[in-house]
């Protein structure tokens, strides 16, 4: 059975990504809203938004491999859970930065909304170029 209920930060370090990174750095400090979906108990994907300053918000998302298994289930609470979470903050910006090469995770923020505003040169920890994405009400 699927489940949506509120984020909390033991999520970030309880979901399977397939990779190691430093999850203090998603929530630690933060004012973080967000939502987590789980499956028979386990976390397919959790996603928030922190909070910057009224209105303006930058997204964030894990998604586990599994979700391949469930893509259209996933597309379809992804969707639900960015629109309840920026109509519950009355956000007007929602921003977020996606990988260069990650073509997938940038057609799916196009399909959720959010447009391209340009490439953020040298973003990343080993020099990477990201993308600035945005979704604005």
Not at 105 to 110: G, L, N, Q, R, V
């Amino acid at each position: 059975m699927y489940n949506v209920r509120e984020f909390n930060k033991q999520d970030v370090y309880d979901i399977d990504v397939g990779y190691e990174f430093d999850r203090s750095l998603l929530v630690e400090g933060q004012r973080t809203v967000g939502k987590t979906l789980e499956h028979d108990g386990e976390i397919l994907a959790t996603a928030g938004v922190h909070l910057m300053w009224d209105g303006v918000g930058e997204g964030w998302a894990l998604v586990s491999p599994k979700v391949e298994e469930n893509g259209l289930v996933f597309a379809r609470y992804a969707k639900k859970m960015i629109s309840d979470i920026i109509e519950s903050n009355n956000l007007t910006r929602v921003q977020a930065t996606i990988h260069g090469s990650d073509t997938v995770a940038a057609k799916f923020a196009s399909w959720l909304g959010f447009q391209n505003e340009g490439v953020m040169r040298k973003y990343g920890v080993n020099g990477e170029d990201y993308v600035r994405v945005a979704r604005v009400l």
